[in-house]
């Protein structure tokens, strides 16, 4: 299906009308622009528009999504409680659409979950937050976001529940590896089963720190200070733990997959499914916040409880890792910080940019002032909002790749209002409005040009419709919309002492969504025992050629005036806060605004594929030669050359290009990228290619000592806590820096499940017995259908001499108790941390990678 260009969206001036003043049954409509010079229209009414406690029916006719089709019903009845605040702006399609959100947390919000792979797909018993209509279960990062941006506020016992039911110590009768840190009982982050066999080939569990610091915020204080003693050790364990498994001295950064862009062929290189290592060495933006959230969290509790040492640690960590991630990741030539770096061998911080991670930086506090403007200025936005990653890869589907999501879009919309960007704003104001309202629930995703919750491409050769799934009653959607109201247009967020009052009402949004009104108010929110009634005095409308944002003129609680800072002390059993809005402030206006049909490769909104490169000998002695294969149509396309991670030569159109200087002592390394003449958007990475190979020692080797023994030139299954392996003899003729890495093959789980990735702690002695180098090597998923490959590398700089390898045991998440009853390797039959293992390979360092 061909889709025509959106205009940009605008509210139905019918959602501005003021309501009548008679207690008597009352609807308004909503008109959306839609595809093809269309329309469509939503309906709200409700019986009793005086009524404490509305009953809403909305009505869209737009189709709506219900699983894969289309054939959802077309109507919805949902109404307010008194356990949740209520709206009275004036318009009764805003009250509406909070209420929806309300109404789908109160859903969302069970006394069991269940999912296929656990407990026998029986039910678990939990007063937790399940994730979505179609997702029963708790899973760490989707409830750690929603948390963050308003559930924890609205319910912090059901999210304290939630984030402690994805807390796991080790399974009885379980003993990790000699070198794993933290208490006896290991009570640690869970991360979900994923990429590779989940942890460490992703780290973003530590993405429970934002949704444990806002429950820490709105607990009671007896509440609290249990929570915090268990938060505290948990993120202790995981936190020492990351350090020993996923953290690079090189350049003070943590490895891992990207939070949340989970899907591999959505957001990164066509390889990466083959090479999952290469994964798991990259490093990631939202991932290295987040663990910057958990050491500040960290850091602040034990300074709570009494353990100073452990907080000034902490702290310098925190210090360190942010000043690795504007090292690292920010790009001036941009504006804006890379989404991520590539894996080991190249390193380079990749041209590939996502909106969840940019907002986490500005959000917490990684980007200063300047940086947060210039990245709001930057970021793409599309005629319906920013999609989550730019630029779009071609021949992939819609689900991270070419969507909106609106958990996403609430973070871009924090960030903003936090820097004063107006049309960053308003753009995500109207993003979240128009997806509640046409899909009556606040959906999972969006395709993002079209905004269609299912855009189906009968076209292609390969299918590109999508969002491939797409799950209504979303937790962290339902959070982004409520968190929108609540925390960014009424402005109320909680604080380690109390609250604060910073609404961010724009010109566009007091015009078309408060229309004459001159006051909206937020009605029994409740927050530690104390409710509030908090309301908005609205300076008369702007005219449509002004825009900005409206300044706080005043503050009153309970008729007394007061600033924005409001401690518990200050507040009684019932109040009422007046903040009153006055000068309309202009604020950052700057956006970035494009465009494209749906399913049309455009080069301004798409990057090319990424190429092949391979190594051919030069016809200068020293010199190398890298050949360049470009898997499309190249018109338009050139080339950029890295050697170790840094530019070498840029804009190339030869399909073959020389180093005749390599200038480097140790290894070369190359990897090539395409990139767009016209628009600047460039591909990932091809593969690294390395000139010197090194020495691989086989299994089957007189040097290699097992247990089990070797069969069939490999070592099945090798990996058990009492199996052994050692090389011996392993002699360097050449002093300097290398790489040491595992030649393997790891089939207990699909590349894209599971929670047994190979982890494994790999040692050095040198001939004296003195141990030369030391750390996690990883082992992820390998695809069914391939030979071996080599795991993540360890470094260590070795002089001439021999030298002894040796491997323990470490751990990975199937020696989790939260895991106990998972349906798969590593789960009811037991932990499982075994590879086949095929040899050894030690190949000299690249030097001078970032």
Not at 435 to 453: C, R, Y
Not at 777 to 790: D, I, K, L, N, T
Request: proline letters at 6%.
């Amino acid at each position: 299906m061909t889709l025509h260009r959106l205009p940009a969206p605008a509210l139905c001036v019918a959602l501005a009308m003021p309501l009548a003043a008679a207690a008597s049954p009352a609807s308004t409509s909503v008109v959306y622009p839609a595809p093809h010079g269309q329309a469509h229209t939503v309906r709200v009414s409700t019986p009793d528009v005086h009524a404490l406690l509305r009953h809403y029916t909305q009505i869209t006719t737009q189709p709506v999504r219900q699983g894969q089709h289309l054939d959802g019903k077309q109507e919805t009845s949902y109404e307010e409680t008194a356990q949740l605040p209520t709206v009275r702006s004036g318009s009764l399609a805003f009250d509406a659409l909070f209420a929806l959100a309300g109404a789908e947390m109160r859903r969302d919000a069970v006394s069991q979950i269940q999912d296929g792979s656990y407990n026998g797909g029986k039910p678990i018993a939990c007063d937790c937050f399940k994730t979505g209509e179609l997702w029963h279960y708790v899973w760490t990062r989707d409830l750690s976001y929603a948390a963050a941006l308003s559930l924890a506020m609205l319910d912090p016992q059901r999210v304290r529940n939630s984030l402690t039911f994805k807390l796991a110590g080790w399974r009885a009768g379980v003993t990790p590896g000699a070198q794993v840190a933290g208490s006896a009982d290991g009570l640690q982050i869970v991360q979900d089963t994923g990429s590779g066999g989940s942890w460490p080939v992703s780290t973003d569990r530590m993405s429970w720190a934002f949704g444990a610091d806002e429950a820490l915020k709105a607990l009671p204080p007896a509440e609290r200070q249990a929570f915090a003693v268990t938060a505290l050790k948990a993120l202790r364990n995981t936190i020492e733990n990351d350090r020993l498994a996923a953290y690079d001295t090189g350049d003070g950064l943590y490895t891992g997959e990207q939070s949340f862009l989970d899907w591999r062929e959505q957001s990164y290189a066509a390889w990466i499914p083959d090479d999952l290592a290469s994964m798991a060495t990259s490093k990631a933006l939202s991932t290295n916040v987040a663990h910057y959230q958990a050491l500040t969290l960290a850091a602040r509790l034990a300074r709570e409880q009494g353990d100073a040492a452990l907080a000034r640690r902490y702290d310098g960590w925190a210090a360190a890792l942010k000043l690795a991630i504007n090292r690292r990741f920010w790009q001036a030539d941009t504006g804006m910080y890379s989404s991520l770096t590539a894996g080991h061998f190249d390193g380079a911080a990749l041209y590939k940019y996502d909106w969840l991670g940019q907002s986490l930086a500005i959000i917490h506090g990684i980007a200063d002032t300047a940086q947060a403007q210039s990245i709001l200025a930057h970021y793409p936005h599309g005629p319906l909002g920013a999609p989550v990653i730019f630029p779009q890869q071609q021949g992939v589907a819609v689900y991270h790749n070419r969507a909106m999501w609106p958990f996403v879009t609430a973070h871009g919309l924090r960030a903003a209002a936090m820097t004063g960007n107006v049309a960053v704003a308003d753009a995500a104001y109207d993003t979240l409005l128009r997806g509640a309202a046409l899909n009556l629930s606040n959906m999972e995703n969006f395709e993002w040009l079209s905004g269609q919750p299912l855009l189906t491409d009968k076209q292609a050769k390969a299918d590109l419709s999508g969002p491939v799934v797409n799950s209504r009653q979303m937790l962290w959607s339902i959070g982004g919309y409520l968190g929108m109201v609540v925390g960014e247009i009424f402005g109320v967020r909680t604080t380690d002492t109390g609250i604060v009052l910073h609404p961010f009402v724009t010109a566009k949004l007091r015009r078309e969504a408060f229309g004459a009104s001159d006051a909206v108010t937020l009605n029994n929110l409740q927050l530690r025992g104390k409710r509030l009634q908090v309301q908005l005095r609205l300076p008369a409308a702007a005219p449509a050629d002004r825009q900005g944002y409206y300044a706080i003129d005043s503050i009153t609680v309970n008729g007394k005036r007061t600033g924005a800072t409001l401690d518990w002390s200050a507040l009684s059993d019932d109040n009422h806060i007046e903040v009153r809005l006055g000068q309309l402030l202009p604020g950052q206006q700057a956006i970035r605004r494009v465009d494209g049909t749906p399913l049309h490769v455009d080069p301004a909104l798409y990057a090319p594929f990424e190429p092949r490169a391979t190594l051919a000998a030069g016809p200068v002695t020293g010199a190398t030669t890298v050949q360049i294969a470009y898997p499309g149509n190249a018109q338009g396309v050139v080339y950029n050359v890295y050697r170790n991670g840094q530019p070498v030569a840029t804009g190339l159109t030869a399909s073959t290009w020389t180093d005749r200087a390599p200038g480097t002592a140790g290894n070369a390394c190359y990897a090539v990228e395409a990139m767009y003449a016209s628009s600047g958007n460039r591909s990932h990475h091809s593969a690294p290619v390395c000139v010197q190979a090194g020495q691989t020692i086989a299994v089957d080797d007189a040097r290699v000592q097992s247990r089990p023994a070797v069969d069939g030139g490999r070592i099945a299954h090798w990996g058990a806590p009492q199996d052994t392996f050692t090389v011996r003899d392993v002699d360097i003729m050449r002093g300097g820096k290398y790489v040491l890495q595992l030649l393997y093959r790891n089939t207990a789980h699909q590349v894209n499940l599971g929670i047994t990735g190979g982890v494994k702690w790999m040692a050095v002695s040198d001939e004296a017995g003195r141990q030369v180098a030391a750390g996690v090597v990883q082992m992820p998923h390998s695809p069914e259908s391939a030979g071996p490959s080599y795991s993540t590398p360890l470094r260590a700089s070795l002089k001439p001499g021999r030298y002894r390898l040796t491997l323990q045991d470490f751990y990975n998440m199937s020696y989790l108790k939260s895991n106990t009853s998972y349906g798969d390797a590593g789960g009811v039959g037991g932990p499982a941390n075994r590879a086949d293992l095929h040899g050894v390979r030690i190949m000299p360092a690249p030097d001078e990678l970032p």
